[in-house]
């Protein structure tokens, strides 16, 4: 798998729940660690949540903490995000990808695959 697969988005209303998955190689999950990004129509990606290789440290941003978990399976080369307590606000393209190491967390340099993504809509 050169290009991440992220799956698990939908329409949903406020309040409800999601569980994203992101598949990708092992060499993707082994080289640095993973986090979750999302882009809105007419806004710049955005960090959501990171997590360390081994599964002990997880990041995330301030408009999702206490409502997203985020979680890894390294035997099945896949990371999580499970969503609850869904607000509008939250309505994008989430993607997966590799993350630097400190804050403030961005796309690894030189990463170019791109997965499809997974749209999430929420309505009001």
């Known amino acids: 798998q050169v290009h991440p697969v992220e799956s698990g988005g939908g329409l949903v209303q406020a309040g409800g729940s999601l569980r994203l998955s992101c598949t990708a190689s092992?060499?993707?999950?082994?080289?640095?660690?993973m986090g979750w990004f999302r882009q809105a129509p007419g806004k710049e990606r955005e960090f959501v949540a990171g997590?360390?290789?081994?599964?002990?440290?997880?990041y995330y941003a301030d408009s999702v903490k206490g409502r997203f978990t985020i979680s890894r399976d390294n035997a099945k080369n896949t990371i999580y995000l499970q969503m609850n307590s869904l607000e509008p606000e939250d309505t994008a393209d989430y993607y997966c990808?590799?993350?630097?190491?400190?804050?403030?967390?961005?796309?690894?340099?030189?990463?170019?695959?791109w997965g499809q993504g997974t749209q999430v809509t929420v309505s009001s």
């Open positions: 990808a590799p993350t630097t190491l400190r804050p403030p967390f961005k796309v690894l340099v030189g990463w170019t695959n």
């Open positions: 092992g060499r993707t999950l082994g080289s640095s660690r």
């Open positions: 997590i360390n290789w081994g599964g002990t440290s997880t």
